[in-house]
C-alpha cells in the first residue's frame, strides 16, 4: 500500500528558531500533498495545498511567511516553521494524493514540534 | 465556508451492540465525504467513502442531503473497532474530475467498545 512517512517524529527548538518537516511519499509519486495542523484533543485543520513544482497554496488564516512549504519532487514536500513561537507547538501531519483524480489521501505519521 | 459537526466527543457501546457515529455537515455545494479511521498509535486512514457506498469492516455511510448527515453505522460492534473516528468533507474544484481535495475535519468521535 502507499506509504508516507515524516521526518523528525519528534522535535524540540527554541524560540525564534527555524524548523524542517519533511513528508516524504515512499512508493508512489504524489502529486499533491497536504499540511495538517492538530492541537491536542483537536480535529486536523488543513493548513496548505502542496503542488509539486509550484507555489503552495495556504489556508484563509496561515501565514505563508511563517509557514514556508516547498514541493521540488513528486516524493517530498517541506515544511519550514520560521521564526518559531511557543504558539507554534502543535502536531503537524501531512497527506499525499496520488493523482489529481485520486479521491484517497495516505497520511504520515505526524511530526511533534514543541517550542520553548 | 464549509464545516463538519461531530457531535458525540466520546461513544461507549457493549460489544455486539449496533453502532452509530454521527456526523453533519454545512456545504452550499455538493461534497464528497469519507470517515477516516485513526487506531491507538496509528496514523488517520480511509475507512469509507460516500461515492463508493461499500461497507468495509461491516461499517456504512449513507450520505442524506436533506438532513445534511452522513452517520457511520455497525450493526455489531467488535472490540477490534475501539479508535478515533473522524468525518471529513471534501469539496473538489470545479473541472477537476471529482478528485479530493484538502479536507475539513470534524473534531472526531472517539468509539470505545467495551466487552
Known amino acids: 500500500g502507499a506509504v508516507v512517512s515524516q521526518h523528525p517524529s519528534w522535535v524540540i527548538c527554541k524560540s525564534g528558531t527555524s524548523v524542517k518537516i519533511e513528508c516524504r511519499s515512499l512508493?508512489?509519486?504524489?502529486?499533491?500533498m497536504f499540511w495538517y495542523r492538530q492541537f491536542p484533543k483537536q480535529s486536523l485543520m488543513l493548513m496548505a495545498t502542496?503542488?509539486?513544482?509550484?507555489?503552495?497554496?495556504?489556508e484563509q488564516g496561515v501565514e505563508k511567511d511563517k509557514f514556508l512549504i516547498n514541493h521540488a519532487s513528486l516524493t517530498l514536500s517541506t515544511l519550514t516553521v520560521t521564526s518559531a513561537h511557543p504558539e507554534d507547538s502543535s502536531f503537524y501531519i501531512c497527506?499525499?494524493?496520488?493523482?489529481?483524480?485520486?479521491?484517497?489521501?495516505?497520511f504520515g505519521p505526524g511530526t511533534r514540534l514543541t517550542v520553548t | 465556508a464549509q464545516r463538519v459537526t461531530q457531535p458525540e466527543k466520546l461513544l461507549s457501546v457493549f460489544k455486539g451492540a449496533p453502532v452509530e457515529l454521527k456526523c453533519n455537515y454545512s456545504?452550499?455545494?455538493?461534497?464528497?465525504l469519507f470517515w477516516y479511521v485513526q487506531y491507538s498509535r496509528q496514523r488517520l486512514q480511509l475507512l469509507l467513502r460516500?461515492?463508493s457506498r461499500e461497507s468495509i469492516k461491516g461499517f456504512t455511510a449513507d450520505l442524506n442531503k436533506g438532513e445534511t448527515s452522513f452517520h457511520l453505522k455497525k450493526p455489531f460492534a467488535q472490540e477490534e473497532d475501539s479508535a478515533m473516528y473522524y468525518c471529513?468533507?471534501?469539496?473538489?474544484?470545479f473541472g477537476s474530475g471529482g478528485g479530493a481535495d484538502g479536507l475539513t475535519f470534524g473534531k472526531g468521535t472517539h468509539l470505545i467498545i467495551q466487552p
Open positions: 497527506s499525499a494524493r496520488v493523482g489529481k483524480g485520486s479521491y484517497e489521501q495516505y
Open positions: 512508493d508512489f509519486q504524489a502529486t499533491t
Open positions: 502542496s503542488n509539486e513544482g509550484s507555489k503552495a497554496t495556504y
Open positions: 456545504y452550499s455545494g455538493s461534497p464528497e
Open positions: 460516500h461515492i
Open positions: 471529513a468533507l471534501s469539496v473538489a474544484p
